[in-house]
């Protein structure tokens, strides 16, 4: 019940296209949902990040998309660029928190020149 | 301004041994949380401190342990390690820890356990 499930596993995509990667989770005491980005090398990195009470954020390239209903959210890149090659995770939290992630276990993507 | 930094950033022990991470926040976060990549995989939660108490924990055995300083700067140990203790451990840092609060968490670039 505490599991966020992620895909795909690996994604490529042309450069100035979406890249488009989905999560869903069984828990409805979730009430934060962010989006974590790595490099190699580094730590996760927060992308962004939505709660339920909204059912879209949108930060740049970068949108959120919530379904609470269905109980999935997915992050879309538009105009994917090869810098956005990185792996990355969904991830969700309970009490408004950012305290205890449970995380998705990765989308790896490569975007091509 | 310095990140989270964690020390060291490989080490390599044989089963049964005992290890010793360290972690530093950044200036000003007072809480700490400790999560485990294995490879291939996200971080999965193992602890959490706020002001040097544990605020949660993860579903870890007992032979994880881990504690914070006065000033913030934190450690996790392992007890008689096993070949699947193997993994990057992640230390972040937040601003705010108590549940409510909303407050970014920032990653230090990891500790690279091998277990041989």
């Known amino acids: 019940q505490q599991q966020v499930k992620q895909s795909p596993q690996s994604l490529i995509v042309q450069k100035g296209g979406i890249s488009i990667i989905n999560c869903a989770y069984e828990?409805?005491?979730?009430?934060?949902f962010p989006w974590y980005q790595q490099f190699p090398g580094k730590g996760p990195a927060l992308l962004i990040a939505i709660r339920p009470d909204v059912s879209e954020k949108k930060e740049g390239r970068f949108t959120i998309s919530f379904n609470k209903s269905a109980k999935q959210f997915s992050l879309h890149i538009m105009d994917s660029q090869p810098g956005d090659s990185a792996t990355y995770f969904c991830?969700?939290?309970?009490?408004?928190?950012?305290?205890?992630?449970?995380f998705g276990s990765g989308t790896q993507l490569t975007v091509l020149p | 301004d310095a990140g989270v930094t964690q020390s060291p950033t490989h080490l390599i022990k044989t089963r049964g041994q005992h290890v010793t991470l360290r972690c530093s926040p950044i200036s000003g976060h007072k809480s700490v949380s400790w999560y485990q990549q294995v490879l291939g995989q996200g971080p999965q939660f193992i602890f959490q401190?706020?002001?040097?108490?544990?605020?949660g924990r993860g579903n870890f055995p007992d032979r994880f342990s881990a504690r914070q300083f006065p000033n913030y700067s934190s450690e996790l140990n392992v007890n008689a390690l096993l070949l699947g203790d193997s993994a990057l451990y992640l230390c972040?840092?937040?601003?705010?820890?108590?549940?409510?609060?909303?407050?970014?968490?920032?990653f230090g670039e990891g500790s690279r356990l091998t277990v041989l």
């Open positions: 828990n409805t005491a979730f009430d934060y």
């Open positions: 991830a969700a939290s309970m009490d408004g928190s950012a305290r205890q992630l449970t």
């Open positions: 401190y706020y002001e040097k108490e544990e605020r």
């Open positions: 972040a840092s937040s601003s705010r820890g108590l549940a409510g609060s909303t407050g970014e968490l920032f």
